[in-house]
Structure formats: structure tokens, C-alpha cells
């Protein structure tokens, strides 16, 4: 069985997998994150490999706990990969987005598949079915926006993320609102709509933290997939493992 830890800046998650198959998810604070893990461990004995992504907000006591406990890969560009990494700056690309890549290559092989995952900030990942990483996009996810209208002008409000009653924002609020969530869907719908144009057969995986919130407003036909990095995680994890 194998444990992936996937940390973000405030919280991890971690996720049991058996095989292919997604046995448990935990989400935990960052700073509880190695008594999460040895109460999994307590727990699960048979867990003795584990990957772990985002090692930049871990402190060396906790890296070298996890070295102790299992048998720990840790994400980076340098492992071996199941496709061909055509982005220009390769040590710069971010784990979230290898894994995902990944994810796309372990259920939609010979595809064109466009990631997107919206959480903190909005990321587009693409792969040819020719199996070539290309690149995408990034752009400031939705909680982001808000925020940004809140701490770079004088007396915009934050505001919590709701769907808009109508396009024409008729207040301050309404127009927050409309600005932010429809120049977040409109800019997805543009850029799905401008890799049809050059790939007509692409295949849209939709994940992240606003995967709910978003794919119940966009017209286009996605894959709403939550657990999608974590389970390329899981398969990097395969991918490199010696059993």
C-alpha cells in the first residue's frame, strides 16, 4: 500500500492507495502532519512507500521523520516520468503540475488532454496524444481575485465566493462577484475553446479545491476529477518504485 502526501501551503493532504485504488483521504494542518501520519501508520502497518509533493514547506524534521517511517520518494523533475517533457524551463515546472500530467497520461493515454486545476492560482496543463508535455498557463485562482481587489485598492471589500445573481453586477458586491467568478469561467471557456481550435478530439479534466463550485457554471463538457493529483501521485509512486 502506498501513502502520498501532498502539502500545500496551510494544509496537507494524504491519501492510502492500494494499487490503483483510493482506500483513504485525509486532510490535515500542516503542522499536524507527521501525528497524522503515524496515526495512519498505527493504523495501516502494511504502509511502507510514500511520495511526497511540495517539500519546500517542510521543515528537515518532518522530511526526515518520513524517511524513517517509509520507504519516501520525493516529487521533483529528475524522476523518471511517463512522457516526454517538451517545457522550456523543466526544473522550474511545479510538481502539482507533473502529477497531474501524469494522472492525464495514466487514464487518457493517446489523447489530447487539457488539465485544469483551479485552486490557489488557475493552471492549464497540456499533453498531446503523441505523449509530448507541452506546457499551458497560469493565472490567479478565484479566492485570489477577491483578495487582490481588497488589498490593492482603498475601499473594495472581501468578499466570499458566490455564484452571481446576473452578469451586470447592480452594487459594489454584485459587480465584485460578477467580475471575479464570470472573468474566471469566461477565461476557462476562452481557453478550452483555444485548444479546440487546433485540437478538435481534446479531452478537459477539471480538478482542484473550485472543481465543485466551477464545473456546475461552465458550458463546456469536462471531467470533473477531484482527486485527480493525487492519484498521479500515486502512479510516480508506481512509476519509480522497485517492486
Excluded: W
Excluded at 33 to 39: E, F
Excluded at 105 to 134: E, P
Aim: hydrophobic share 45%; proline share 2%.
Amino acid at each position: 500500500m502506498n501513502l502520498v502526501i501532498d502539502v500545500g501551503n496551510s494544509f496537507v493532504k494524504l491519501a492510502v492507495f492500494d494499487a490503483d485504488e483510493l482506500q483513504e483521504k485525509r486532510i490535515v494542518a500542516l503542522e499536524n502532519l507527521l501525528n497524522a501520519v503515524r496515526t495512519l501508520k498505527a493504523d495501516m502497518p502494511q504502509l511502507n512507500k510514500a511520495v511526497v509533493s511540495s517539500v519546500g514547506h517542510l521543515n528537515s524534521d518532518q522530511i526526515d521523520t518520513l524517511k524513517k517511517t517509509f520507504n519516501l520518494l520525493i516529487l521533483d523533475a529528475q524522476l523518471k516520468l511517463p512522457f516526454i517533457n517538451d517545457y522550456g524551463t523543466p526544473n522550474t515546472l511545479g510538481v502539482d503540475r507533473i502529477a497531474l500530467v501524469c494522472a492525464a497520461v495514466k487514464h487518457f493515454l493517446h489523447k489530447n488532454v487539457l488539465i485544469i486545476d483551479a485552486g490557489t492560482c488557475i493552471t492549464y496543463d497540456f499533453i498531446t496524444a503523441k505523449n509530448r508535455y507541452l506546457g499551458g498557463a497560469i493565472s490567479p485562482g478565484l479566492n485570489m481575485r477577491y483578495k487582490a481587489l481588497n488589498n490593492l485598492t482603498a475601499k473594495l471589500p472581501l468578499l466570499e465566493l458566490t455564484v452571481p445573481e446576473d452578469f451586470i453586477g447592480n452594487s459594489t458586491a454584485a459587480s465584485i462577484h460578477s467580475g471575479v467568478v464570470y472573468g474566471v469561467l469566461n477565461e476557462i471557456e476562452g481557453v478550452i475553446a483555444n485548444y479546440k481550435n487546433k485540437y478538435s478530439d481534446l479531452t478537459v479534466i477539471l480538478t482542484g479545491g473550485d472543481t465543485k463550485f466551477l464545473s456546475k457554471q461552465l458550458k463546456s463538457s469536462i471531467f470533473a476529477h477531484s482527486n485527480f493529483l493525487l492519484e498521479g501521485l500515486n502512479y510516480i509512486l508506481q512509476l519509480n518504485s522497485n517492486e
